[in-house]
C-alpha cells in the first residue's frame, strides 16, 4: 500500500539471520521514511513507551540516526531502537534488495538486509567490530554470497579496499 514503510532490519539481529549470531543491546532499523511516515513511526514509539535519545539526528552519510529507549520498569535491561533514515541512493536500494523472513512466532514478516548490503553497511561503519563481523560474514556465508554482486556494491560504496583487506587478513 502507499503508506507502507519500506524498512529493514539491520545491525546486530540481522548477523543472526547471516549465521554470525552476536550478543546486541539494540534493534536497528533501516527505513525510508520524511514527513509523516516519520511523525507517525516516532508517535507511535513514544506511545508504546520508548524515550528520544538527543534532539537532532546523527548525521552518518549514508543515513540519519534517530534513537529511542525504553526502560521497562520490571525489567534490568533498557532496550534501544535506532532508527536509520535512508537518505542515500544505495541505502534505498539496499531496502529494495532486502529479504523477507517468515517470524511465525511473531505473528507477521520481518525484513533482513541482504547478506551483501550488510557487508557493505558494516564496512561503511568501518569501527573494528563491524570488520570482524564483516570477516565472519564472508566465511559463514561463502557458499551463499553473490561475489558479483557484492564486488560491484563494495567498488560503488567505495569500499573495495577495505573488503580485500578483511579477505586478505582473512580475521579469524
Same mark, same amino acid.
Given at each position: 500500500?502507499?503508506?507502507?514503510?519500506?524498512?529493514?532490519?539491520?545491525?546486530?539481529?540481522?548477523?543472526? %539471520?547471516?549465521?554470525?549470531?552476536?550478543?546486541?543491546?539494540?534493534?536497528?532499523?533501516?527505513?525510508?521514511?520524511?514527513?509523516?511516515?516519520?511523525?507517525?513511526?516516532?508517535?507511535?514509539?513514544?506511545?508504546?513507551?520508548?524515550?528520544?535519545?538527543?534532539? %537532532?539526528?546523527?548525521?552518518?552519510?549514508? %543515513?540519519?540516526?534517530?534513537?529511542?529507549?525504553?526502560?521497562?520498569?520490571?525489567?534490568?535491561?533498557?532496550?534501544?531502537?535506532?532508527?536509520?533514515?535512508?537518505?542515500?541512493?544505495?541505502?534505498?536500494?539496499?531496502?529494495?534488495?532486502?529479504? %523477507?523472513?517468515?517470524?511465525?512466532?511473531?505473528?507477521?514478516?520481518?525484513?533482513?538486509?541482504?547478506?551483501?548490503?550488510?557487508?557493505?553497511?558494516?564496512?561503511?561503519?568501518?569501527?573494528?567490530?563491524?570488520?570482524?563481523?564483516?570477516?565472519?560474514?564472508?566465511?559463514?556465508?561463502?557458499?551463499?554470497?553473490?561475489?558479483?554482486?557484492?564486488?560491484?556494491?563494495?567498488?560503488?560504496?567505495?569500499?573495495?579496499?577495505?573488503?580485500?583487506?578483511?579477505?586478505?587478513?582473512?580475521?579469524?
Amino acid at each position: 500500500s502507499q503508506n507502507k514503510v519500506q524498512a529493514a532490519v539491520v545491525g546486530g539481529l540481522a548477523l543472526a %539471520t547471516w549465521k554470525h549470531p552476536r550478543a546486541t543491546r539494540d534493534v536497528d532499523v533501516l527505513l525510508v521514511a520524511d514527513g509523516p511516515k516519520l511523525q507517525a513511526i516516532t508517535s507511535g514509539l513514544k506511545q508504546a513507551g520508548f524515550k528520544r535519545k538527543g534532539d %537532532t539526528a546523527i548525521d552518518l552519510g549514508e %543515513t540519519n540516526l534517530l534513537q529511542f529507549k525504553f526502560e521497562p520498569h520490571d525489567a534490568f535491561v533498557d532496550v534501544q531502537v535506532d532508527l536509520l533514515l535512508a537518505r542515500s541512493k544505495y541505502a534505498r536500494q539496499a531496502l529494495e534488495r532486502s529479504v %523477507t523472513l517468515p517470524a511465525e512466532a511473531l505473528g507477521f514478516e520481518v525484513q533482513v538486509l541482504g547478506c551483501e548490503d550488510l557487508i557493505v553497511f558494516k564496512l561503511l561503519a568501518g569501527r573494528v567490530i563491524d570488520r570482524i563481523d564483516v570477516a565472519a560474514l564472508l566465511r559463514a556465508n561463502a557458499d551463499l554470497l553473490d561475489q558479483e554482486l557484492l564486488e560491484r556494491l563494495a567498488r560503488e560504496a567505495d569500499v573495495a579496499g577495505p573488503l580485500e583487506e578483511i579477505r586478505r587478513e582473512g580475521i579469524q
